[in-house]
């Protein structure tokens, strides 16, 4: 999860990102970091380490229903 009030789209995570599933993006005349196809994230936590803004926090995956 990525708290759009505290990134300030430095691109450090971006670059951490081995599945390269973040990207930084504009919104609202400013960058900020963006999530893309959460479920295949590896949950490496290399995009958190290196936000120096506690930017980012890891979620755990969400359970379907029905247990599966």
């Known amino acids: 999860m990525i708290d759009a ?9 971006v670059g951490a990102c081995a599945p390269q599933l973040l990207s930084l993006e504009l919104a609202h005349w400013r960058k900020r970091a ?9 949950g490496c ?6 936000c120096p803004f506690d930017a980012i926090t890891m979620q755990p995956p969400a359970v379907k229903a029905g247990g599966a």
């Open 34 to 42: 963006v999530l893309h196809g959460p479920a295949h994230c590896t």
């Open 45 to 50: 936590r290399l995009c958190a380490l290196r």
């Open 5 to 13: 009030t505290r990134c300030t789209g430095c691109g450090r995570c």
